[in-house]
């Protein structure tokens, strides 16, 4: 009987050691994406409109350089930017448009601001959990003034990796999700080569 107590004290303490607050489990999320910028990263943008349908968009980052396989509704073009120049490649004309890059800031860099501390101004409920998964509800604080801030946002957190597995927001009949951030993409993933369309068109605006 004491061998079982002192086993099962063992176990509950264990337990204990690994329970989580939400805060710590978004602050530790908070850390995890800040890591991204240095380590290269994945992730796929969902962008669903009303009428026009779902763009998607599969964005690939390492340090200032980006590539974004986007498909709108069948529309499918490859963009590669290095901050200096953008090289934008439509699958479907085969045509390659070359111009100086539109801002020093990609589009992968706004999106992760927007993920960064995107919990400010909410109150973070657990919705539930399973086994590799926690999922949360954000709700629009009564003190966020920010006309901007959508009112809900849903947000689930691996609980491998700490990174978000999705995130989903609705405003104004538009809804915007980011998933399947992974880490890991090496330099040559995000350079453009231009050895692979020798014989796309070439529209140099520069």
Request: glycine share 4%; charged share 25%.
């Amino acid at each position: 009987m004491k061998r079982f107590l002192l086993t099962l004290a063992a176990l509950f303490a264990a337990t204990s050691m690994f329970a989580q607050t939400n805060e710590e489990i978004l602050a530790r999320m908070d850390a995890e994406l800040a890591t991204l910028d240095s380590n290269g990263f994945s992730m796929i943008m969902e962008i669903k409109i009303p009428i026009l349908g779902t763009i998607s968009t599969n964005m690939y980052t390492f340090g200032d350089k980006t590539k974004a396989l986007v498909d709108a509704k069948g529309e499918k073009s490859i963009i590669w930017s290095d901050s200096v120049t953008d090289w934008e490649y439509d699958v479907n004309k085969n045509e390659l448009t070359i111009t100086n890059a539109k801002s020093s800031k990609s589009s992968s860099d706004d999106s992760m601001s927007a993920l960064k501390g995107v919990t400010d101004g909410y109150d973070v409920k657990l919705k539930k959990e399973d086994d590799s998964v926690w999922y949360f509800v954000c709700t629009k604080s009564k003190t966020n003034t920010n006309k901007d801030d959508p009112k809900k946002m849903d947000l689930a957190v691996s609980k491998t990796t700490f990174l978000p597995v999705r995130t989903s927001i609705s405003q104004h009949g538009v809804t915007v999700t980011f998933r399947d951030f992974a880490k890991g993409v090496a330099e040559a993933d995000v350079t453009f080569d231009p050895s692979l369309y020798p014989n796309a068109k070439i529209v140099d605006k520069r």
